[in-house]
């Protein structure tokens, strides 16, 4: 039996973005190989599965390696693949019985193609899965995804679909990574910088952002409700003036 998300109470968001960022910093703390911050970080990941299905949050996406993080040490990189394969071996029964439907962005075709298929397995496996999406970002970078989605418009145009006059926000979206997604109401980073990091460029326009010195490892239930809390309580406008926010314009209201 799957447990039924509680009903999304207003101002919950319906998307939430995290970078989920200081598994290394969490080990060199503790005088441990950097590999032992992520694997401590795999905790903090079902915490936040969990909370957001308790919440009734419709996605939730998590930056879980970036482009640029193939530059890293081999040793560490390494780890981190073993670990990606040895989750997905390990959780993706689970997600499924809760009702998560997984999915991934990014270059998939730089990993190994084991670890491409259990990608593509896990997805398949909870394709008819509806309480929640769980979006995880591999070998993702936000330019990157623009550039795919501009490569994408120019081979419609070559090919006659599309005229080039036809090229408006809608289009690009489209093809844009979580186009079938609400985007982003909210975004977390943990860790204790405040930056983007090439993650979701073009999704992130009107986001919320908000920040927290934890390192992930450390991330409990409070300072996520406590992220929830803040974001409820401000007003998102979108370029238009608070008296514009009214009952009138409900699509504008926060959430
Ligand atoms: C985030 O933690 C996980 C990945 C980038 C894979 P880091 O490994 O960046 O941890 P810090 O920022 O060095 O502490
Ligand atoms: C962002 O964290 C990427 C992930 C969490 C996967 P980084 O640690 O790579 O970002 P920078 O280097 O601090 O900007
Ligand atoms: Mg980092």
């Known amino acids: 039996m799957t447990a039924m998300p509680t009903t999304p109470a207003r101002n919950v968001p319906r998307h939430i973005a995290v970078i989920m960022d200081g598994n290394g910093r969490w080990a060199e703390r503790r005088r441990r190989p950097r590999a032992i911050g992520h694997r401590a970080g795999a905790r903090a990941v079902n915490l936040c599965i969990d909370f957001c299905l308790e919440h009734g949050v419709q996605a939730l996406t998590l930056f879980a390696f970036s482009s640029e993080n193939w530059g890293r040490p081999e040793e560490e990189v390494g780890a981190l693949m073993r670990l990606f394969l040895n989750a997905l071996d390990r959780e993706v029964d689970e997600l499924e019985r809760r009702g998560v439907r997984v999915r991934f962005i ?67 979206a489209a093809r844009m990574a979580l186009a079938d997604l609400p985007p982003p109401d909210l975004f977390i980073r943990t860790g204790g910088d405040q930056r983007i990091s090439n993650f979701l460029l073009w999704q992130l326009a009107y986001t919320e952002l908000w920040f927290t010195d934890l390192l992930w490892p450390e991330l409990d239930t409070a300072t996520l409700q406590r992220a929830l809390d803040d974001f409820a309580s401000r007003e998102r406008r979108f370029g238009l003036t608070s008296a514009q926010l009214t009952d009138a314009n409900p699509e504008h209201l926060s959430a």
Do not use: C, P
């Open 106 to 172: 990014g270059e998939r075709g730089r990993f190994k193609q084991q670890l491409q298929q259990r990608m593509a397995a896990a997805e398949a496996q909870t394709a008819a899965a509806s309480h929640m999406t769980l979006v995880i970002a591999a070998s993702y970078g936000g330019r990157q995804d623009i550039a795919q989605a501009a490569r994408a418009l120019a081979m419609d145009v070559a090919a006659g679909i599309l005229r080039a006059e036809e090229i408006d926000e809608t289009a690009v």
